[in-house]
């Protein structure tokens, strides 16, 4: 079981960044997979999720900004990739960003936690 995540960093007000997970072992293949976020001093927080039919549930303080994807290994099937495409980023996006799979109906997390990414937005 591992999580994998990249392509934080510091961008500027305004601007784009996808963010990547590489999801190894079955409890990820077969749940929905999310994407969390936790900023300093806050709690973390669910920002978007994706069941593996496809259907999409988004934070409100994120909707239409932020869009989530997953697409399965061809040849594996207990591994997968999970994007989040940030754009329009605002300060308060500010956050260490993880994946984890995501409990049926809250997703709330399931699994244990990867190292996360950093974003930073700032001018």
């Known amino acids: 079981v591992q999580l994998v995540e990249s392509g934080g960093g510091l961008v500027q007000p305004g601007g784009s960044l996808k963010l990547s997970c590489i999801a190894s072992?079955?409890?990820?293949?077969?749940?929905?997979m999310g994407w969390y976020r936790q900023a300093p001093g806050k709690q973390r927080e669910l920002v978007a999720a994706?069941?593996?039919?496809?259907?999409?549930?988004?934070?409100?303080?994120v909707k239409g900004r932020f869009t989530i994807s997953r697409e399965n290994a061809k040849n594996t099937m207990n591994l997968q990739t999970v994007y989040l495409q940030m754009n329009s980023l605002k300060p308060e996006d500010t956050a260490v960003y993880y994946c984890?799979?995501?409990?049926?109906?809250?997703?709330?997390?399931?699994?244990?936690w990867g190292q996360g990414t950093q974003v930073t937005v700032s001018s």
């Open positions: 984890n799979a995501g409990r049926p109906g809250d997703y709330y997390p399931l699994g244990s």
């Open positions: 072992g079955s409890i990820f293949s077969i749940n929905a």
């Open positions: 994706i069941t593996r039919g496809g259907s999409t549930k988004y934070a409100d303080s």
